[in-house]
């Protein structure tokens, strides 16, 4: 195990108690206790003070929930991903970033979207990570942090080129239930509710009306006249693929409870599913 992997993983933990007590008593997300549980992670990663998150915990610690959201581009997952991991003092994992990472390093490698095996092989010779922060994931290829890089229009067109092929998805996937495994978690992606955890304790499937989504992916980025087209179009483009490839097309879970966020506000859509999860802390 990495130490970045020792870090993750520990972290949720330590956190895990409180942030659920903080959610039964329905506390604000940005509750004050949350925020330094979480820059506890940060300092203690750091400082390679590792030790100190194996202080003894309950006898009978809390289920520690996986939570699968998926949906289209622009519904809003990583916002709300991200802030009911912060309310749980879970890990919020957007896998999105490592089909990124991995269409960037095609990129950069000049290998084909085309080209399976080789796409396999790169997948394999490179090492991706995540890192969660408060304001998303940072994203890492090979040691660099390339968070920014990966959200760039030639990356994000790359990122579902190579998500068609099954080889590529079956290693993706295996990394992702490796980071899952232990709970306490909220991963966001396309195939986590169907194929990455089939069993997760919750899984929403996020979703909106297709203009409201381009609204926000143009508002997001600030885009305006000219390149907005462009943006909506290849939003379009990535939904179309996305939806149509053969290897886990992006479909709801049956057992998913379906949100459309359309006329919704993020706070309103984060009730909905702090809703679902305080359903099953109290099974
Ligand atoms: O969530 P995102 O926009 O960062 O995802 C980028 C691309 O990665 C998306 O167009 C399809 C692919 N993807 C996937 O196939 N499966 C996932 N679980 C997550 C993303």
Not at 8 to 35: E, F, I
Not at 62 to 71: F, M
Not at 239 to 259: F, Y
Request: charged share 30%; hydrophobic share 40%; proline share 5%.
């Amino acid at each position: 195990m990495s130490g970045y992997d020792s870090c993750v993983r520990v972290w949720a933990v330590a956190t895990h108690a409180t942030s659920l007590a903080q959610l039964k008593n329905g506390s604000s997300p940005d509750d004050p206790r949350g925020k330094s549980e979480t820059m506890s992670f940060f300092r203690i990663c750091h400082g390679s003070r590792v030790q100190f998150f194996f202080s003894p915990m309950s006898d009978n610690p809390p289920h520690k929930l996986i939570i699968a959201i998926d949906g289209p581009a622009g519904a809003g997952k990583s916002t709300i991903a991200s802030r009911l991991a912060r309310k749980l003092g879970y890990i919020n994992l957007e896998s999105g970033a490592m089909y990124r990472a991995l269409g960037l390093k095609a990129i950069e490698w000049d290998v084909s979207f085309e080209d399976e095996p080789a796409l396999v092989k790169l997948a394999h010779d490179s090492r991706i990570q995540l890192e969660p922060t408060l304001t998303g994931n940072r994203v890492l290829l090979d040691g660099r942090d390339v968070s920014e890089r990966v959200r760039e229009p030639d990356v994000t067109d790359a990122a579902s080129r190579v998500s068609v092929h099954p080889k590529v998805r079956e290693w993706m996937v295996a990394r992702q239930q490796e980071m899952g495994a232990g709970g306490g978690i909220v991963m966001e992606g396309r195939d986590i509710g169907t194929k990455v955890f089939p069993d997760a304790d919750v899984k929403i499937f996020l979703d909106a009306d297709p203009v409201v989504r381009e609204q926000r992916r143009l508002r997001q980025q600030n885009v305006r006249d000219a390149s907005g087209g462009a943006t909506a179009a290849e939003l379009r483009e990535r939904d179309r693929r996305d939806r149509t490839r053969a290897a886990s097309p992006l479909v709801a879970a049956p057992d998913a409870l379906i949100l459309d966020s359309s006329s919704l506000s993020e706070d309103e859509v984060l009730q909905r599913v702090e809703e679902v999860v305080k359903n099953k802390i109290d099974l």
